[in-house]
């Protein structure tokens, strides 16, 4: 292919932005707060679970505790009932009186066993209600820090857009004056490559950083101006200027 040199040249100043644009998409993609939000969300997705399943237990034992309650209660009334009816004289038969004496006893131990097992609830409940307010605190955290990096990365990526967009303005004049068929080269070894045209620059190749043997030297010093050089190792065109070391 034949070009002319200045339009080569051109060439540069396009891949400069080609290169700029990927720069800048590379670091939209790598932002270090994209990173870190990943990993929140993981998180916070497991702590949903938790909470979930803490809720679930808290709940559970806010039920025995209220059926514990309503049986300390229901015993406690009985005891009432009956030491009621022994002060206000009601039982006169000795042996009923005797049975009731021994009943008063019995709920006495029956509402220190209830007393017992409702304290061991309401210590468990107390346990997970910790260990619930714990993983809501855990959550709230998470999400104050998740709405702040999602501000920054908004930020950066609008930033980066701007750029990008300035980066897109700017190439569409820089392309102009290029043949088509040049350009057209261009466009598919940048598909392949990223870039698709570099300098050569003291005997190396920009674009694979490969340095050109003596042979391949020759063959690109004594090509006509307008001859479109390639890399022979990444076929990148090759843009020969006063740098070039010819």
Do not use: F
Request: hydrophobic share 35%; net charge negative; aromatic share 0%.
């Amino acid at each position: 292919m034949k070009a002319d040199p200045t339009h080569q040249l051109a060439l540069l100043d396009v891949a400069e932005l080609d290169r700029r644009a990927a720069q800048l998409r590379h670091q939209r993609s790598h932002l270090p707060e994209v990173a870190e939000i990943s990993t929140l969300e993981a998180e916070r997705t497991e702590l949903t679970d938790q909470v979930r399943d803490a809720r679930i237990v808290v709940d559970d034992l806010t039920v025995e505790q209220a059926k514990a309650d309503r049986e300390v209660e229901q015993v406690k009334a009985r005891r009432e009932r009956d030491r009621t009816r022994m002060d206000a004289g009601q039982i006169t038969n000795p042996k009923d009186l005797e049975r009731m004496q021994h009943e008063l006893v019995s709920l006495e131990r029956r509402i220190s066993t209830l007393e017992d097992a409702e304290l061991e609830v309401m210590e468990r409940l107390e346990e997970a209600q910790q260990v619930l307010d714990g993983l809501g605190i855990r959550a709230d955290d998470i999400d104050a820090r998740l709405a702040e990096l999602v501000a920054a990365r908004d930020e950066k990526r609008a930033a980066i857009d701007g750029s990008l967009d300035e980066v897109a303005s700017a190439r569409g004049p820089a392309t102009e004056d290029i043949p088509d068929d040049l350009m057209a080269l261009y466009e598919r070894l940048r598909e392949q490559k990223g870039i698709g045209a570099s300098l050569l620059r003291a005997r190396q190749c920009g674009g694979c950083n490969m340095t050109l043997d003596a042979s391949e030297l020759s063959r690109i010093r004594s090509a006509p101006a307008d001859e479109v050089i390639r890399c022979e190792e990444c076929q990148r065109i090759l843009v020969r200027t006063d740098e070039s070391g010819l």
